[in-house]
C-alpha cells in the first residue's frame, strides 16, 4: 500500500490493530460491553488526537517565540458512549456534541504569553478540521 495511509484490521471481536506507518497500536472496548479493553476506545484515539494535536501546537508557537514553556498537559473529557452509539447508528444520528478541554501551561510565561498560547491552542489543526466537518469517502 502507498504510503500515507493508516491500516486497521479487525478480525473478531472489537480488538482491533492499527498500523500507521511504523507505528503499530490496538483499539478495543471495555469488557464491560463485550471488548477485552486491550486498547483505548476509538473515542478515546479522537480524542487523542485533538489533545495531541493542541499540545504540539502550543509546543510549536512557543519554540519560534522563544518562551519558557516547559510543559503542555492537555486534559480532553467526553460522555458519549462509543458502545451506545454504535448501537443507534443504522437509525440515527450519533456522535460527540461537545469535548470538554484544559490546557495547562507550565513555566515561568508572563500573562500576555499565557493568554496568546491558549488562544494557539484553539488553532489546533485537528481540531480545526473537526470542527469544519470531514467527509470520509469510499467505500469498498
Known amino acids: 500500500m502507498e504510503p500515507g495511509w493508516i491500516v486497521v484490521r479487525n478480525t473478531g471481536g472489537f480488538r482491533t490493530e492499527i498500523t500507521a506507518g511504523a507505528h503499530a497500536m490496538v483499539a478495543d472496548e471495555p469488557a464491560t460491553v463485550g471488548g477485552t479493553d486491550a ?10 488526537a485533538i489533545g495531541g494535536c493542541t499540545a504540539m501546537t502550543v ?4 519554540m519560534r517565540k522563544s518562551w519558557p514553556l516547559d510543559e503542555v498537559v492537555v486534559r480532553m473529557k467526553q460522555g458519549r458512549s462509543h458502545e451506545a452509539d454504535c448501537e443507534r447508528c443504522e437509525t ?21 504569553q499565557r493568554t496568546k498560547l ?13 470542527g469544519r466537518g470531514i467527509e470520509v469517502h469510499g467505500l469498498i
Open 39 to 48: 486498547g483505548p476506545t476509538p473515542y478515546d484515539y479522537l480524542l487523542a
Open 92 to 112: 440515527m444520528p450519533v456522535g460527540i456534541d461537545h469535548i470538554d478541554r484544559q490546557v495547562e501551561l507550565i513555566g515561568a510565561l508572563t500573562d500576555e
Open 59 to 62: 509546543r510549536m508557537y512557543a
Open 118 to 130: 491558549l488562544s494557539i491552542a484553539d488553532r489546533c489543526p485537528v481540531k480545526q478540521a473537526i
